[in-house]
């Protein structure tokens, strides 16, 4: 695996559990039109749910002055995203988001598998890799201490967390963990694969020892490697980079990282697509629910792997101080 540093980082307030939590329908599950929708939020102590708004594949389709909604949504058939989102009285933000498949059949397959091209609860997968000197600058960085830990109840949103361990002695040495989505011999799915939603949540334990943090997806193809990487290197650049493909660098977008807090869950959505000119098309990233429309184009390299995979590193601080991440609700929706 080649060395990225990517990190997407968005703010909720601070749980206990403090969040939304979507009862209805299932992540993942097929549904009639209309779709019933049942969720409710929980604010962080000693503030109250002052409004939600459920959002259909973006779009603002329901409000409530409540801390519970309990709703009927009309779509078309396929699949769609419902995002419900929440403010409390201090302006704190929290939300979640499900899939549901309408005019299709609730998966039975175990929460961990895939629907067709989408792969839910990626954090629950086995079969994660790692490695620490790959993460380095070239690929030929220091060794490092690192770890991973699934099914973590506690700090978790739905019970299943995986825990990601940094640390070592050496400053600035970094660990990087991949999973494999589509293997080797699925050439045509592959291949029909051209656009990529990544959403997770993730929880962090000192902010302070992180000098970057990182997502990306990569999709190996018909000798071609697409890399979308991104990163936000908070003792650098303090700005969302992505990566530049051809020329192996990283560049700003401009958009300033938010401050990493601890003990509060983040979410982060990108959206990026494989033209059909074979151009990698950075298209937005949505930070705690603000989206940011980046537009941006970029060639592949060369390559003789096939397949897609989705990253997670982390990199350390000057002392290396030791830290870990938690990462949750981890879901690539593909076609």
């Avoid at 997770?200 to 943090?213: D, T, V």
């Avoid at 660098?249 to 990108?270: D, E, F």
């Amino acid at each position: 695996m080649k060395k990225l540093a990517l990190i997407f980082v968005v703010f909720i307030s601070s749980l206990s559990f403090a969040g939304v939590t979507i009862t209805s329908p299932a992540n993942g599950s097929g549904s009639g039109s209309p779709v019933h929708v049942t969720a409710a939020a929980y604010p962080a102590s000693g503030r109250v749910i002052s409004s939600m708004i459920v959002y259909l594949d973006n779009v603002v389709n329901y409000t409530k002055y409540s801390n519970s909604v309990d709703t009927y949504l009309s779509m078309g058939a396929g699949w769609h995203t419902i995002l419900i989102k929440s403010w409390d009285n201090y302006g704190g933000i929290y939300q979640s988001s499900v899939a549901v498949n309408v005019g299709g059949q609730a998966s039975t397959a175990p929460t961990t598998q895939t629907t067709g091209t989408n792969f839910w609860n990626i954090d629950q997968m086995g079969g994660w890799q790692s490695c620490d000197t790959c993460a380095g600058a070239g690929g030929a960085g220091p060794t490092a201490a690192h770890g991973l830990a699934q099914n973590v109840s506690s700090p978790s949103i739905d019970g299943h967390a995986a825990q990601f361990w940094l640390g070592g002695s050496t400053p600035y040495s970094d660990a990087l963990w991949w999973k494999k989505l589509v293997t080797e011999t699925q050439v045509g799915t592959n291949r029909a694969i051209h656009h990529f939603v990544y959403d997770l949540y993730f929880y962090n334990n000192n902010p302070g020892a992180a000098q970057s943090l990182e997502w990306d997806i990569n999709q190996f193809v018909d000798g071609r490697s697409y890399i979308f990487g991104n990163q936000c290197s908070y003792r650098s650049s303090g700005t969302w980079d992505i990566w530049d493909n051809p020329n192996n660098r990283w560049v700003s977008t401009g958009i300033a990282c938010p401050k990493l807090v601890a003990y509060q869950w983040s979410h982060i959505v990108i959206e990026a697509e494989r033209t059909g000119d074979n151009k990698l098309h950075y298209i937005s990233l949505t930070i705690n629910g603000v989206k940011h429309y980046l537009n941006w184009y970029n060639s592949p390299r060369g390559t003789s792997w096939s397949g897609i995979t989705v990253n997670y590193q982390m990199d350390g601080n000057y002392r290396q101080d030791d830290y870990s991440t938690w990462v949750d609700k981890f879901n690539l929706t593909s076609w």
